[in-house]
């Protein structure tokens, strides 16, 4: 074939070679690869043929043959793409004869060929898990508490007073009623004396407070504006409301001394056993782990204080107090090494009161040298009346572990046990051997490692 055959037919319309008819679907889709195809179609040497033959027919004036007549079995010589196709847009390939009667067929739904361009799929939208203020209240639940804060703030159009407060702080905010003063001054940080119903809420519900845990409401209650913890000081007026307003605290209305130290036994007994870690800043996550909160709620629902033995029982302070009245001689509210060593009847030993003084266990908060302040005395009478709780275990396992490798060894516990036994020879008790006491402590334990525990 000659060079201007070939020429002639690169520039020849489809049409004109009568080529199976395509859906133009493809080939408007990608209309630059569908010409880059049908080039490389026309360069292949079976294709050349076919153009030429076609081309001297319509020079001689011969009827066209039919599509089926002509030999296509160079179609295995195909570009690759084409044979992975299922519907090659471009190849002659179809077994259905001439182009005449494949354009009467209904053409299938839809080709889905590889060269189609792949739509990448949507993105899934991961709702919003975290709120740095907290999650919105729902429009439900949002509604039906501005319904019961319109109604009880319906008869004080001007806004309530603290002592009018304590409805809203029990109905609609469901908390402890003895927190009313200290949700109210949140509200009220400029103690204008008068919380407007627009004030709390932007307060409770625009603050995203009504959606938050009770534990979170409290905590964000009573903590200081900018402060990540509570402090001791955090739950003074608390204890000041409780003791003004329950029932079973009204005989201490009269006595201000007494009222000053049950609520400084109170917040000592709170941080003792829920500041795990001890460095008198309570965190959201220690109050979440304790069972303060529990404590509080169960007050408004019981007129009888001694019977919420946690922290609040009058009883259990009255024992902590009369204890420390009796050994602090002088009445100066400390506690030297000579007073604490008459606790129990003489029950420590020297060795440990030594321990105890030396700030092993816990530092003290006492600004005296040597002495003990009321609250080092709290710490140390519930770690010694309750010794399965973990800060008594704590306590004292510091004490025995002389030298703070977190490990006590049976020299360090015979060093502390040599005075007990010299104190049974002086009563002329028949003494415990020391080996005896080892093998039961070993066999109670089963320490991990032998020889420690």
């Known amino acids: ?4 055959g070939v020429d002639d037919a690169r520039i020849l319309d489809p049409e004109l070679l009568q080529l199976p008819a395509l859906s133009p679907a493809p080939l408007n889709a990608s209309s630059h690869i569908a010409d880059e195809l049908f080039s490389q179609w026309l360069s292949l040497p079976h294709t050349v043929r076919l153009v030429k033959s076609l081309i001297d027919d319509a020079s001689s004036g011969t009827p066209a043959k039919s599509y089926a007549s002509i030999n296509v079995s160079g179609a295995s010589a195909l570009p690759a793409v084409f044979l992975s196709c299922t519907t090659p847009p471009l190849s002659p390939r179809s077994s259905s004869g001439s182009p005449r009667f494949s354009r009467q067929r209904t053409p299938p739904p839809s080709l889905h060929s590889p ?27 949002k509604q039906q508490c501005i319904s019961m804060v319109d109604q009880v703030f319906s008869n004080y159009i001007d806004g309530l007073r603290v002592d009018e407060f304590k409805s809203i702080t029990k109905e609609v905010c469901k908390l402890p009623s003895f927190l009313s003063p200290a949700l109210f001054r949140k509200i009220d940080p400029n103690c204008t004396g008068i919380v407007t119903r627009d004030a709390f809420i932007k307060y409770w519900i625009d603050g995203n407070m009504l959606t938050m845990d009770t534990t979170s ?3 964000n209650i009573l903590r200081q504006q900018g402060c990540k913890y509570l402090k001791q000081v955090d739950f003074k007026p608390v204890l000041d409301e409780l003791l003004a307003t329950h029932p079973g605290l009204e005989f201490l209305r009269t006595s201000s001394e007494f009222q ?12 003792y056993y829920i500041n795990r ?14 069972n303060l909160i529990a404590a509080m709620q169960q007050i408004d629902e019981e007129d ?16 902590i107090y009369c204890r420390f009245w009796e050994l602090d001689g002088d009445h100066d509210c400390f506690i030297d090494k000579d007073n604490l060593i008459k606790y129990g009847n003489n029950a420590l030993t020297y060795r440990i009161v030594d321990r105890i003084f030396s700030q092993v266990p816990r530092k003290f908060t006492s600004k005296v040298e040597g002495k003990m302040s009321y609250e080092d005395f709290v710490y140390f009478i519930l770690s010694e009346e309750d010794k399965s709780s973990m800060p008594s275990l704590e306590y004292w396992f510091k004490c025995i572990d002389l030298d703070g490798n977190g490990l006590i060894t049976p020299n360090e516990m015979q060093f502390f046990f040599e005075e007990q036994l010299h104190r049974m020879e002086c009563i002329t008790q028949e003494p415990v051997l020391f080996n005896d006491i080892l093998c039961q ?3 109670m334990i089963g320490p991990e490692v032998s020889g420690f525990s």
């Open 441 to 443: 402590i070993i066999d």
């Open 115 to 141: 060269l189609c361009s792949v739509k990448e799929p949507k993105p899934e939208l991961i709702p919003q898990f975290y709120y740095q203020h907290g999650r919105p209240p729902a429009r439900e639940l």
């Open 304 to 319: 009888d204080i001694n019977k919420i033995i946690r922290y609040f029982s009058y009883e259990h302070f009255y024992v």
């Open 260 to 271: 000053e130290r049950y609520a400084e036994t109170v917040i000592y007994r709170i941080f």
């Open 217 to 219: 409401q409290i905590y």
């Open 277 to 290: 870690s001890g460095t008198g800043c309570l965190t959201l996550r220690e109050l979440k782990r304790g």
């Open 1 to 4: 074939m000659d060079i201007d």
